[in-house]
């Protein structure tokens, strides 16, 4: 049930775990319920540690960190890359009353038992600060991309099925966050101008109703590809001319979309569509790569748009101005020492 394995001075324990299938609470309950007991069982047979570092992911890691650190009297880092449960309440993907409280309870926990919460972005910290927890152990330090594996191509074979046309893409999730019929309202309004192409690239579970809705309303303007591998990424996330990082309202400080570290990194520009003190588009106006509109308002982002498509040259120093921001503050290197430094000083404190 427990497996050991080691990568340099890295020691790996993999627990088992059941496998039924997500579309049902019960088996998601029972998935993660046995991956909880295998968890607290392997931790429970390691060596004191001097930190342990508790994610979000899966949602009730933080009480099981708190619980380790009371047992073992060391530090603990609480590691907040999804905000729960203000996700599920902004999504509506968990109605359940009693599984909402257990959530609340738990992340309470994790943050008071933390030294050191680590967040995404700037709204992730202030909802967390909110909450009550005390603003001097929460600090930011940002996801991160590879800018030696994404950057911009000067051929892109990719782009090449796309001919003149000015090409808006998103691409990711295709789930219950990102509001995407707002992008597709957006397609219709544009529907007159056949230079412009919607290109929606990944997987998720709005993805057939949002190919049936395109289908319906006649959106030939509109393109749903599947993921594209890792190592193609450099080549996809450039075949665009402006990127769209669309967030429902009330999502802002619950996650923090990893997409927008590789678009600046291949060097292009980006429309934020969520609130305007969202992370995102903060980084959209500090660093002059991005544009910034009101969550779901399909009207204003077609308008945007079509103005950038008559300003190319503009387009292009918004790029230009992304990959900069990329090397100087989102490289892998830069926020891997940021994290580490983060240990460093969380380890002295011991």
Known sequence: ??????????????????????????????????????????????????????????????????????????????????????????????????????????????????????TLGRDMAERIIAKGVCAAKVSVIPDWVDTSVIYPLARNSFRAQFGERFVVMYSGNIGLSQNLEAVLEAAARVANHPGIVFVLIGEGARKPALIKLARERGLDNVMFLPYREKKDLAESLGAADLHLIPLMRGAAGCLVPSKIYGILAAARPFVAMMETHAEVARIAREHRAGFVVEPGNAGALADVILAANRNRNELRAMGERARHAALRQFDRTVATGAFAAMLDRVGRAA
Request: charged letters at 25%.
């Open 1 to 118: 049930m427990l497996a050991w394995e080691r990568r340099g001075e890295i020691e790996i324990i993999r627990t088992w775990g059941t496998r039924f299938s997500k579309t049902r609470l019960a088996g998601r309950i029972t998935n993660l319920a046995t991956y909880y007991a295998l968890a607290a069982l392997a931790a429970g047979r390691i060596q004191r540690p001097d930190i342990i570092i508790a994610e979000t992911d899966p949602p009730l890691l933080g009480a099981l960190g708190a619980a380790l650190k009371q047992r073992f009297g060391c530090r603990m880092v609480y590691n907040v890359r999804d905000l729960y449960p203000d996700i599920a309440y902004a999504n509506r993907g968990l109605k359940n009353p009693a599984l909402l409280a257990l959530l609340t309870r738990a992340n309470s926990l994790a943050y008071r038992h933390a030294d050191e919460v680590v």
